[in-house]
């Protein structure tokens, strides 16, 4: 199984360097930039070579309705793989899951779920509030 | 029935993608995508793809022929904000000169293929497309270069 980042302009290669720093290398994340010298086809190309070594993959996009987005539906199309896209999904999610990856065992689709979960999860408007702790006649600490 | 209310018409390789769904329709009010290909027309995946970006900006998506675009755009209510999408100059040409009302044509991406040359950053053309643009100019469309909202507008005429 592999996740394959891909965005416009430097969004993967962006969000990799950010995995670098946190967590080192992730060896079943790819990066690929969709930069402006690059055409539709060239980037499907790419995502070929990516996909050349595996039969599981999830594209992890930026943007729904972008090329990046479009290109890989195509693929998952067209390959007989086990291919799922996602969009709009956060560096949260990409180094919690990028992390376990390298066991895993279910398909692609429950893989997409799973960082579209735990997206959702990390998105939040942060409230201040007061941290209460239990009272003294409750039982433990 | 009145003048439809065209807002913007875009030349497109890729007609809507993310530049396209999310930072055109937004930046021109668009409430409406009029996607005009007739290849796209009968195309159920490309329909899928595109109608995605619609859906989540809350704006409506169709995809007509230029046939059908030239005889029924007509029926659109005022209220419906439209913007017109089409891949190339020669489909471009077809609307204007079947009388649909484009006041303002917006060249985005023409990519290189076999016999083309750069004309811009992001467009190449051969002269069929220099000749279908400077026929919409001459029908009185305001034709021009612009790949993203914050660029300057560079007018057909200073382009080729």
Known sequence: MKIIVTGHGNFATGLQSTVKLLAGELPNVAFIDFTGDMNDGSLSDRFKQVLADTDQAVFFCDLLGGTPFKEAVKLSNQLGKDIAVITGCNIGSLLEIGLQLGDYKANATTLAEQLVTTSKAQTKVFHHHAIVEPSDDEDGI | ?160
Not at chain 2, 11 to 36: E, F, K, P
Not at chain 2, 58 to 67: H, L
Not at chain 2, 83 to 91: H, S, Y
């Open chain 2, 1 to 160: 029935m009145g003048e439809p209310n065209i807002v913007l018409t875009r030349i497109d390789n890729r007609l809507v993608h993310g530049q396209v769904g999310v930072v055109w329709t937004s930046s021109a009010g668009a409430n409406l995508l009029l996607v005009a290909n007739d290849e796209t027309a009968n195309d159920q995946l490309q329909q899928e793809l595109m109608a995605a970006t619609a859906e989540t900006s809350g704006v409506g998506i169709r995809f007509w022929t230029i046939d059908k675009t030239v005889s029924t755009i007509s029926k659109a209510s005022a209220r419906q904000k439209i913007f017109l999408i089409v891949r190339n100059p020669q489909d471009a040409r077809r609307l204007v000169e079947g009388g649909v009302p484009i006041k303002d044509l917006n060249i985005g991406n023409m990519h290189f293929s076999q016999g083309k040359t750069q004309v811009t950053k992001y467009t190449y053309m051969d002269d069929q497309d220099k000749a279908d643009l400077k026929a919409c100019a001459d029908a009185g469309v305001n034709v021009y270069v612009q790949e993203v909202p914050e660029d300057k507008k560079q007018p057909l005429e200073e382009v080729i």
